[in-house]
């Protein structure tokens, strides 16, 4: 079963920018497209961008396109999350998931499995 470890949350001013990271384990990466997803408390976990195996798609949630960008690393079972201008409303836990290819394959934003790691926690105070 695929697992990953999160990190590189924290508290960050709004307008600011972080970078998130996570190591999958247990499985082959590469053979895999991933995303990121985010859950605030009270609210549904929502989903934050995907990145198809060999990096050639990518798609982002409408409320953080062109703030985002995912990005991937074969060799290290590494996928990332830049995060700019962020605004209070960004403020989540962040993990991450194996996701659907879809088809043609690419990616797409629906987590394959409902078991989450740990996530790393990202605060914007407003």
């Known amino acids: 079963q695929a697992q990953f470890v999160e990190s590189g949350g924290g508290l960050v001013q709004p307008g600011g920018s972080l970078r998130l990271s996570c190591i999958g384990y247990g499985f082959i990466m590469s053979d895999n497209a991933v995303g990121w997803f985010r859950q605030a408390p009270g609210k549904e976990r929502e989903a934050v961008a995907c990145i198809s195996r060999a990096s050639t798609v990518t798609k982002y949630g409408d409320s953080v396109r062109g703030r985002f960008t995912i990005s991937r690393d074969n060799t290290r079972s590494a996928v990332y999350l830049q995060i700019s201008d962020l605004r209070p409303e960004d403020a989540a836990q962040y993990y991450c998931?194996?996701?659907?290819?879809?088809?043609?394959?690419?990616?797409?934003?629906?987590?394959?499995?409902?078991?989450w790691g740990q996530g790393t926690q990202v605060t914007v105070p407003s």
């Open positions: 998931s194996t996701v659907w290819p879809g088809s043609p394959p690419g990616c797409t934003l629906r987590a394959k499995s409902d078991s």
